[in-house]
């Protein structure tokens, strides 16, 4: 019915006075006619229909990529932040084991005498007889130091002296 009336609507506009009588309206068969200037020019504007058309499937091929990606982004970020808060947690936990046992091999080392304690620093390399040296009582090094084999007293004093 709205089509009906719609058509009617159209039908009544273009037979109004002055602008289409109906016997104009039926003699409307023949061919419109186009100079090729126009022809190329509607091709021209066809190619750049078609053109733009592809151009525009592409764009939006590429949003969506862009989409995904950027998805696929946030989702290994947010991968490697739980594993860099796992990693710094294991390794909060490591370092806690580490200072606790360097802290109860301090209490060995100061439970020692410092005769013994000097036999077994000789013996070990220049830094790890620095660290123990750096968490014994100052007392204690003073009564170490002495009995170190020379020239690693001569060294280990030095470094003990830089901090």
Request: hydrophobic content about 45%; overall charge neutral.
């Amino acid at each position: 019915m709205k089509t009906r009336t719609a058509v009617l609507i159209v039908a009544g506009a273009l037979l109004l006075p002055g602008i289409l009588s109906p016997d104009q309206l039926q003699g409307q068969t023949r061919p419109v006619r186009a100079s090729q200037e126009e022809l190329a020019h509607s091709s021209r504007l066809r190619d750049q229909e078609r053109e733009l058309a592809a151009r525009e499937e592409r764009l939006a091929q590429r949003e969506q990529l862009l989409a995904e990606l950027e998805q696929n982004l946030e989702r290994e970020l947010e991968r490697l932040l739980v594993l860099q808060r796992e990693a710094k947690a294991t390794l909060d936990a490591l370092t806690a084991v580490k200072d606790q046992a360097f802290r109860d091999l301090i209490r060995v080392y100061s439970a020692m005498r410092p005769t013994r304690v000097a036999e077994l620093l000789n013996q070990m390399s220049d830094r790890d007889a620095l660290e123990i040296l750096r968490g014994l009582r100052t007392e204690m090094v003073a009564d170490i130091i002495p009995r170190l084999e020379q020239d690693k007293a001569v060294r280990l004093s030095r470094q003990l002296g830089l901090l």
